[in-house]
C-alpha cells in the first residue's frame, strides 16, 4: 500500500470506500458478538472519517483511531462539531476529544504506549486495503501493538466461480482460507459470524461482505 495515493483520495475525494452510514455489521452484531467481553476501548485502524466511529461512541465507547490523511481527520472532527485538541509527537499528529483520539501518520510508527489499553479492534476497511504480499505484516503489527485484543474484522470475499477477482484491488477480496492463514497462529477461535452478497459493485461484481470474529 502506497501511502501516497491513499492520501491522493482523501486530497480528490475519490472515497469510494467510505460509507455513508454505521456499517450494518457493526450495528447489528457488535453486542451479541462482544457481550461477554470488555469493549471500553476500540480501536479502528485506518479509519478514515468512518460514521462507524461515530456509532461506537454513542454506545459509550472511546474510540482510538490512526489515519494517514489529516484531510480526513479534520472532516470527521467537523462533521461532530468538535473541534478537538492537536498535540504533536515525534511521529504523530494527535487530534483528541473526550471520546476519541485520532493519531494522522503512519500505522507502523504507533506504539503500545500511543494507544494505551485496546479491549477490541474493528477493522471493516483496513486490511482489504493491503496488498497479499503486505497482508501478514499489517496483521501482525496489529496484534503486537494491541497485546493480541480480539477482533471484529470486515471483509469482501469473491462471489462463486470468480475467484480470480482477489488479485484486483484495492479493496481486495479475501478468501476463508486465508483468513485463517493470517490469524490462526494468534487466535485460537476463527468465526464466521455473518455473510451477506454486497448491494456495492466491486471489481464489476458483488462480493460477499464477512464478518469475523477473532478471539485468543
Known amino acids: 500500500m502506497n501511502p501516497?495515493?491513499?492520501?491522493?483520495?482523501?486530497?480528490?475525494?475519490?472515497?469510494?470506500?467510505?460509507?455513508?452510514?454505521p456499517n450494518v455489521l457493526l450495528t447489528s452484531y457488535f453486542?451479541?458478538?462482544?457481550?461477554?467481553?470488555?469493549?471500553?476501548?476500540?480501536?479502528?485502524?485506518?479509519?478514515?472519517?468512518?460514521?462507524?466511529?461515530t456509532w461506537l461512541i454513542k454506545q459509550n465507547i472511546h474510540v482510538i483511531g490512526v489515519e494517514l490523511s489529516e484531510i480526513a481527520v479534520n472532516a470527521y472532527f467537523k462533521s461532530l462539531n468538535?473541534?478537538?485538541?492537536?498535540?504533536?509527537?515525534?511521529?504523530?499528529?494527535?487530534?483528541?476529544?473526550?471520546?476519541?483520539?485520532?493519531?494522522?501518520?503512519?500505522?507502523?510508527?504507533?506504539?503500545?504506549?500511543?494507544?494505551?489499553?485496546?479491549?477490541?479492534?474493528?477493522?471493516?476497511?483496513?486490511?482489504i486495503a493491503w496488498e497479499p504480499t503486505q497482508r501478514q505484516?499489517?496483521?501482525?503489527?496489529?496484534?503486537k501493538i494491541t497485546k493480541n485484543a480480539p477482533q471484529l474484522l470486515i471483509t469482501f470475499q469473491a462471489p462463486s466461480n470468480q475467484e480470480a477477482l482477489v488479485s484486483q484491488g484495492p479493496p481486495f477480496f479475501i478468501q476463508p482460507e486465508t483468513i485463517q492463514t493470517l490469524y490462526s497462529e494468534n487466535y485460537s477461535s476463527i468465526k464466521l459470524i455473518h455473510s451477506h452478497q454486497s448491494e456495492r459493485l466491486i471489481h464489476s461484481a458483488h462480493p460477499n461482505e464477512c464478518l469475523w470474529k477473532l478471539q485468543a
Open 4 to 21: 501516497d495515493f491513499w492520501r491522493q483520495c482523501w486530497e480528490s475525494n475519490s472515497i469510494g470506500f467510505h460509507e455513508t452510514q
Open 31 to 53: 453486542d451479541s458478538c462482544l457481550k461477554d467481553m470488555n469493549k471500553q476501548r476500540v480501536f479502528v485502524p485506518m479509519c478514515g472519517k468512518s460514521n462507524d466511529m
Open 82 to 127: 468538535i473541534t478537538p485538541t492537536i498535540t504533536k509527537t515525534t511521529y504523530f499528529q494527535k487530534y483528541s476529544s473526550s471520546f476519541c483520539d485520532i493519531f494522522v501518520g503512519d500505522l507502523f510508527n504507533l506504539t503500545p504506549n500511543d494507544i494505551e489499553t485496546i479491549d477490541v479492534i474493528y477493522d471493516r476497511a483496513a486490511l
Open 137 to 143: 505484516k499489517y496483521c501482525n503489527f496489529l496484534i
